[in-house]
């Protein structure tokens, strides 16, 4: 029932249907685009087309009320539907979004001795913004700590028994990752909330989460859900910061006097729409399924590690589960060599270090990501061609 279902979804991505003998496992990269949201973004270039927040002809007022209803449409696709309990800006993706809370809100929040902790071992982009906070306030003589949130390979999630013994009253903010974009592992984030305190702020890089599996505000508790667009099937140069009501930062000091990315918005729109048609809960079980086969395949393989989450490996184990993402290495063949071997049988990749933080391990490594458009057959033809270069 569930592979009827997702073989009426597949059949609604162009550019997968165009190329049956290929596959597109480089999700975690960039999502692909089912029909609905290249039709939203025609219908809207052609029927609506105009500068937002100025005009005031039917187009120019049209799109006014696309962004300001796509803004509600974010909250209400994060379970957060009451405008005025929260905030959305647009972005262009996960990296402006989170240097945006860094440069414009962070520092407001800081007084001299207060500490941060940034998952060192993540994304860079959920890295590098907290570390020029943290030089932009000592240029002002504003000194904070910044703490590495530990982070655990064996279980793959974050050390949540040694973040609660670093965090302290001083403790004001934490960033983390809600799906780690090389291990795959779905982050406890209840225990990051137990571990700091209801007051500290907890910034969400959702990048990995939104549109692969249900993200709910009020569930998860924290004061800002960054995400990119792209990932969750809206174009390229899309994004949103989604920021709890009293938190909620004064992102457009300059109102509408900038031009919103509407292309983009009216894209974001349609992704969502599709996504909460298509049930992201049943994404999830597909794509944690097809991790599953994915490494159940590769444990019989000698030549490959698969990276982080080992303990998520054991198919009896209580740890956190393994999303969508599957990071391997080759015990001899270099990651740029592998994925050039494994794009000459169809399968799409990424390699090499996938712009992890500095504490990260992943050199050398080549990722595998799923959406609903990956089926069984693509993860088992890969087994077949990886087990060939064992
Ligand atoms: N955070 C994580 C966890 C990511 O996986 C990515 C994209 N690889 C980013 C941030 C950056 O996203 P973007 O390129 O859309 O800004």
């Not at 685009?33 to 025609?42: E, F, I, M, S, T």
């Not at 990296?95 to 860094?102: D, F, K, P, S």
């Not at 910061?241 to 004064?250: K, Q």
Request: glycine share 8%.
């Amino acid at each position: 029932e569930l592979a009827d279902w997702q073989r009426a979804l597949r059949a609604q991505f162009p550019i997968i249907t165009a190329h049956p003998d290929q596959a597109y496992l480089d999700s975690a990269a960039t999502a692909q685009k089912p029909q609905a949201v290249l039709d939203g973004v025609h219908t809207y270039l052609t029927t609506t087309n105009a500068n937002a927040g100025r005009g005031t002809y039917p187009w120019a007022n049209r799109t006014t009320t696309l962004v300001e209803e796509a803004r509600d449409r974010v909250k209400r696709f994060l379970g957060e539907p009451a405008p005025e309990r929260s905030a959305v800006h647009f972005t262009s993706g996960t990296t402006e979004g989170l240097r945006t809370i860094a440069r414009d809100w962070l520092p407001q929040l800081l007084t001299d001795g207060d500490e941060i902790v940034v998952p060192v071992a993540d994304h860079e982009a959920n890295i590098a913004p907290w570390l020029e906070t943290r030089h932009q306030l000592a240029r002002q003589g504003v000194h904070i700590q910044v703490r590495p949130m530990p982070y655990q390979t064996a279980s793959g999630d974050y050390d949540h028994t040694a973040l609660a013994e670093l965090a302290g009253p001083r403790t004001r903010f934490v960033a983390t990752s809600h799906v780690h974009h090389v291990y795959g592992g779905n982050m406890n984030v209840h225990r990051i909330r137990r571990a700091v305190g209801p007051d500290a702020v907890i910034c969400l890089d959702a990048a990995q989460s939104v549109g692969h599996l249900p993200v709910s505000a009020s569930d998860l508790d924290v004061d800002f859900i960054v995400f990119s667009g792209h990932k969750a099937m809206a174009l390229p140069g899309t994004g949103a910061v989604w920021a709890r009501g009293t938190r909620g930062p004064d992102f457009t000091p300059g109102g509408w006097s900038g031009t919103p990315n509407t292309v983009g918005i009216a894209s974001l729109t349609a992704a969502l729409d599709w996504l909460d048609a298509a049930g992201t809960d049943r994404i999830e079980r597909w794509t944690v399924a097809l991790a599953a086969r994915l490494t159940e395949g590769l444990r019989h393989l000698d030549a490959y590690e698969i990276l982080g989450c080992q303990a998520a490996l054991a198919a009896d184990s209580p740890v956190q589960r393994r999303q969508g993402i599957v990071t391997l290495r080759h015990h001899a063949i270099d990651s740029g060599d592998l994925g050039f071997i494994l794009f000459s049988h169809g399968f799409m990749v990424r390699s090499d270090q996938h712009c992890q933080g500095s504490a990260g391990e992943s050199t050398g490594s080549v990722r595998a990501s799923l959406h609903i458009y990956n089926t069984a057959e693509e993860v088992d033809r890969l087994l077949e061609v990886l087990a060939s270069l064992g």
